[in-house]
């Protein structure tokens, strides 16, 4: 039983981090998370410790468990080690795809265009809580599967680790994708695709370069907005 409530505790945990209701910098409290489960406080610490061996929480001495900050450093690093594994996984998937994978991956980018096209029918600039979770998941499954026709499970375990980060690292809970920023990681997507129908490996890594780079600079776009919040916060 103590296992299953460990187990309940970090998948709790570990949504809300995904959602961007825990931001970086929060304190998780054992106590308070246990009671929206209703669980006792130490299934949570064991929970928070397999997050922190994770590298997404930090336990900190006097004050507890920290949802992980990272440095400008660090968030470069993390993306272009993402750039390096996944361009090599989009060129292997370039030359080795079957028409079943492009397919699927097709069906992907149509989900990815219905979002751009919901918040245009509706006159909206930025997806629901709910749209935008679907919305990353959709993206979250469009970079997966180039690991998966890629063939290499490592490749595939370490990248999605690596995506995991970054997207606990920002706070979509108040940045939020907006319609251009879709239109464009569309069309990025799209690119990638279209690269890979053609078995031009070249292409499709010059393509998710780009993308992953864009990516890179929003990430940083919006650490340097949110560090100069905390030093010059708004006057009430």
Not at 41 to 53: C, H, K, Q, Y
Not at 65 to 90: F, G, K, S, T
């Amino acid at each position: 039983m103590q296992s299953n409530n460990a187990q309940r505790a970090y998948d709790h945990v570990f949504a809300k981090l995904m959602s961007g209701q825990y931001k970086p910098g929060t304190r998780l409290l054992y106590g308070p998370i246990g009671k929206e489960i209703g669980v006792s406080a130490t299934p949570v610490r064991e929970a928070i410790g397999r997050l922190a061996s994770q590298g997404y929480v930090n336990l900190v001495p006097n004050l507890g468990a920290v949802v992980r900050e990272p440095d400008r450093d660090e968030v470069v690093e993390l993306y272009e080690i993402r750039a390096a594994l996944e361009c090599c996984a989009v060129q292997k998937a370039a030359t080795q795809r079957s028409d079943q994978q492009l397919e699927y991956l097709n069906e992907l980018l149509s989900q990815l265009k219905h979002f751009a096209l919901l918040l245009r029918q509706d006159k909206l600039e930025v997806l629901s809580p709910e749209q935008m979770n679907h919305y990353l998941a959709v993206d979250e499954s469009f970079h997966a599967y180039i690991m998966q026709v890629a063939g290499n499970k490592r490749l595939l375990k370490m990248v999605r680790d690596l995506r995991i980060l970054a997207r606990i690292f920002r706070d979509y809970e108040r940045d939020r994708p907006r319609f251009k920023q879709i239109v464009i990681t569309y069309r990025y997507h799209a690119q990638i695709v279209r690269a890979i129908r053609d078995g031009d490996a070249k292409r499709a890594r010059d393509w998710m370069r780009q993308h992953i780079d864009r990516g890179l600079t929003e990430m940083i776009l919006h650490h340097d907005q949110r560090h100069a919040q905390k030093v010059w916060p708004e006057t009430p």
